[in-house]
């Protein structure tokens, strides 16, 4: 069956070795494309074939009449100086051109790429103009946007035919979707928060950077004509179909399947279902933890806080990471002494620790908490003769810690329990904030608390949206409006009551009952229109879709849309319905997470 599917799908036959399907389940649910044959430890698949990457279009040259000026007069570039000198104009209007320490990294690599003659006359950013190029494509992209229909639906037509070609592989005899099948174009790098390395050169990712990974009996990719790959394996213990290594940080890239794939979905049940172990054995870890702030060992205390924090707090244990490579961002065992102060007694409360570091992606993480006596004498104990420098869990890597977590619970890292207090707290949250009589707009403002509630514990936040005001504004003339509606909705309907009153006619008592009915559905539009409010304003600097798409065991969601009448659609788009497609199909309205 499979092998004849993949020669139908790919228009060639292919050898495919024969297995029979077995039905595994995950849950409730019958056979299907989540619950396949069961491969020996560590395979995750046993035919691959795909068409590789899809690589960034050549530079093409700016018009002639499109210029770079130095110090005041035309310069023409070389083809690779000006593309790069592009990368920059595009971004003048960005707040990251106007950071030294862009400025400063863009300009030191747009000079390693110039020619000698170049280099010789540019010798100052602050001589450099731009704005030609800025405009060509402010102008480029104002034009795009308006194409007439048929040149758009041209364009959209080009961008499927590539998607047929590159965005799909053979995959068990399954057509899986690829996630991101492009490769990266080259282009100035911004890192997240004020990382050391942003406006430095991304260079242009080619096939002799590219390692593909594909069956031995499937037809191999071919690169680019005059090309050749980097290497070609055959790797069934990983995912990714092909990689390369990023020229900033020297991180591996991969081209991974679509999150709505089977492997994908296989991975999230996993990921859940390790979480949800967690909960048989967590009270048990908890007590060691407790019992181990009183151990004689340093390294043993410094553990057991560490892993007090990352339970109750929600933190994420912080890898090691080389200085200058990225941003000044910390977890939990890489904390400071500077990043807390201790308080015996504030605001009413004992034993306070204040937080203040910045975590991922450079967001700062401010809390304060009152903590158990033990562990603020151990902090005490901890940060005793030491700088603001110094490491607060000097004795501690996050190696360590996963190896005990190990220990105490097959897959259990630091990550898992940030899955488990998420998801747990949703499913705590909606059963006290759900209420069944209420509205769906009603509903899904509880089901945002609820979320609003995990993010918080995440440190999910945002900066609030430069359109919010506006957005707000708009959404209170539409209730103002509304509210207007409902006023001349109640005068009409007395009116009609006083006229039915009067005269006791049939056509009148009618006429009464349209103007409830009427009444009825514009207060619900405007309770509808509050509530849409409410949720916009609450959620105004906390991102909500971080703990929704990576936290979050979604059968506590399906399960919840199932037990209430919310339709799944009102939560995830279809893109993430696709994601989720494992959950949707398994999860009766009983599940406990």
Known sequence: MYRHLTSLLLGRRVH?????????????????????????????????????????????????????????????????????????????DHEYTTKEIFQNNFFNDWRKEMTSAERNIIKDLDKCDFTEIHKYFVDKNEARKALPKEEKQKLKEEADKIQEEYGYCILDGHREKIGNFKTE????????????????????????????????????????????????????????????????????????????????????????????????????????????????????????????????????????????????????????VEHIRLHPELDGQKHVVEFDFLGKDSIRYYNKVSVEEPVFKNLKRFMKNKDPADELFDRLKTSILNKHLQNLMDGLTAKVFRTYNASITLQEQLKAL??????????????????????????????????????????????????????????????????????????????????????????????KLNVQATDKEENKQIALGTSKLNYLDPRITVAWCKKFGVPIEKIYNKTQRAKFAWAIDMTTEDFEF
């Not at 023409?76 to 003048?92: N, V, W």
């Not at 174009?185 to 991304?202: E, V």
Request: proline fraction near 5%; include cysteine.
């Open 16 to 92: 495919q070795p024969q297995f029979t399907p077995v039905c595994l389940r995950f849950g409730s649910g019958g056979c299907g494309r989540w619950e396949e044959e069961k491969k020996e430890d560590g395979i995750k698949w046993i035919q691959l074939e795909h068409r590789g990457p899809y690589f960034a279009p050549l530079y093409e040259p700016l018009p002639e009449d499109v210029q770079f000026y130095y110090n005041g007069k035309p310069m023409k570039l070389s083809l690779a100086t000006e593309e790069i000198a592009t990368f920059y104009a595009k971004m003048l």
């Open 434 to 527: 759900t209420n069944s009589e209420d509205s769906v707009a009603e509903k899904l403002l509880s089901y945002n608390r609820a979320n609003r509630a995990v993010a918080i514990l995440c440190n999910h936040q945002r900066s609030t949206p430069k359109t919010h005001e506006k957005s707000m504004q708009n959404l209170q003339a539409k209730i103002n409006a509304k509210k207007q509606q409902v006023e001349e909705a109640q005068e009409e309907l007395k009116k009609a009551e006083d006229e039915f009153n009067d005269t006791k006619d049939a056509k009148a008592g009618a006429n009464v009952e349209k103007k409830k009915k009427k009444l009825k559905q514009l207060e619900e539009q405007l309770s």
């Open 185 to 336: 174009p080259p282009g100035l790098f911004r890192g997240r928060g004020d990382h050391p390395k942003m406006g430095m050169l991304k260079k242009r990712i080619m096939p002799e950077d590219v390692i593909i990974n594909c069956s031995k009996d499937s037809k191999i990719p071919e690169p680019p004509q005059g090309h050749k790959w980097k290497e070609v394996r055959c790797d069934n213990t990983v995912t990714w179909l092909a990689s390369w290594t990023e020229n900033i940080q020297h991180t591996l890239k991969y081209i991974m399947l679509n999150p709505s794939s089977k492997l994908k979905g296989q991975k999230d049940w996993e990921k859940y279902e390790v979480a949800r172990r967690l909960k048989d054995v967590v009270h048990k870890i908890r007590a060691q933890y407790r019992m181990d702030w009183k151990s004689k060992e340093m390294k043993e205390r410094q553990r057991a806080v560490a892993l007090y924090f990352i339970d109750k707090l929600a933190l994420r244990a912080g890898n090691e990471k080389e200085e200058g490579e990225t941003a000044d961002t910390v977890g939990c065992c890489s904390l400071r």
